[in-house]
């Protein structure tokens, strides 16, 4: 039995985030893990899983059907969010696993079939600055992320709602660095936070100073030198000490 407490950190953190008695569809499925721990575990009423690929849909299929849940979880073939119907009445969308990019051409190709999910929860394994401004641009306000850390990977998950009444987490910021770091994720600073951006800060600097290595010249007429450095003051302003942090590693 897959419980949501035996789900990954990632997935356990989608599914307690996850609005109780809703219709849920998670695209990009896999396994159908996430929708079969909440059906289980009684937290949503029903869910659609989805996926593109032939082996994860017949994955799904067989874990819904081993779980006797094929009454409360249909299984579909698709791309994206067309596999959805208006007619499903879909409360949450979820889509995890996959690289900024492409939640948001899933989710920008997929617009008419959003039709009223009021809840949207992303995972984004890199460029999770890409989903932020797409949620921005599309009337969704982030009410909770998190960055989780597995091995050498950090993971941004990401929860967005619909709605004019929660308090816009841009506001009184800069809103660049807000849309890179995360508005929430930069005030609670947590040590998966720190921990990505201290090494992300000494990558940058080795990168640097290969730059300035191999281009002895005016570095600041070199666009890769001024694009590495604006990137590194960016986090030094979040992390202001970053840097002493950085060299005493």
Same mark, same amino acid.
């Given at each position: 039995?897959?419980?949501?407490?035996?789900?990954?950190?990632?997935?356990?953190?989608?599914?307690?985030n996850t609005p109780r008695n809703t219709t849920v569809a998670d695209i990009g499925t896999d396994h159908a893990q996430l929708p079969v721990a909440l059906a289980l575990d009684g937290l949503i009423n029903k869910a659609v899983a989805s996926d593109v690929n032939g082996g994860p849909f017949q994955n799904a299929l067989r874990n819904v059907s081993n779980h006797q849940l094929t009454e409360r979880i249909e299984v579909r073939h698709g791309n994206g969010l067309t596999t959805l119907k208006e007619s499903d009445e879909v409360d949450v969308i979820t889509i995890a696993g996959m690289g900024g990019g492409l939640i948001c051409d899933i989710l920008t190709k997929g617009?008419?079939?959003?039709?009223?999910?009021?809840?949207l929860i992303l995972q984004a394994n890199v460029a999770a600055e890409?989903?932020?401004?797409?949620?921005?641009?599309?009337?969704?306000?982030?009410?909770?992320?998190?960055?989780?850390?597995?091995?050498?990977h950090f993971y941004e998950v990401i929860v967005a709602v619909k709605s004019d009444d929660i308090a816009d987490p841009y506001d009184g910021g800069n809103k660049s660095l807000a849309m890179r770091f995360g508005p929430l994720l930069m005030k609670e600073q947590s040590d998966a936070?720190?921990?990505?951006?201290?090494?992300?800060?000494?990558?940058?600097?080795?990168?640097?100073?290969?730059?300035?290595?191999?281009?002895?010249?005016?570095?600041?007429?070199? @666009?890769?030198?001024?694009?590495?450095?604006?990137?590194?003051?960016?986090?030094? @302003?979040?992390?202001?000490?970053?840097?002493?942090?950085?060299?005493?590693?």
């Open positions: 039995m897959m419980h949501v407490k035996q789900l990954s950190e990632r997935l356990r953190f989608i599914a307690l617009k008419q079939h959003l039709f009223n999910a009021k809840t890409l989903v932020r401004s797409w949620l921005s641009n599309h009337g969704f306000t982030i009410q909770n992320e998190t960055m989780i850390q597995e091995g050498e936070f720190m921990q990505k951006w201290h090494n992300e800060y000494a990558h940058l600097q080795r990168i640097k100073e290969q730059i300035a290595i191999a281009n002895y010249q005016d570095l600041n007429s070199n @666009e890769a030198y001024v694009r590495i450095q604006k990137q590194i003051d960016q986090i030094e @302003e979040v992390i202001p000490n970053v840097n002493y942090s950085a060299r005493g590693h």
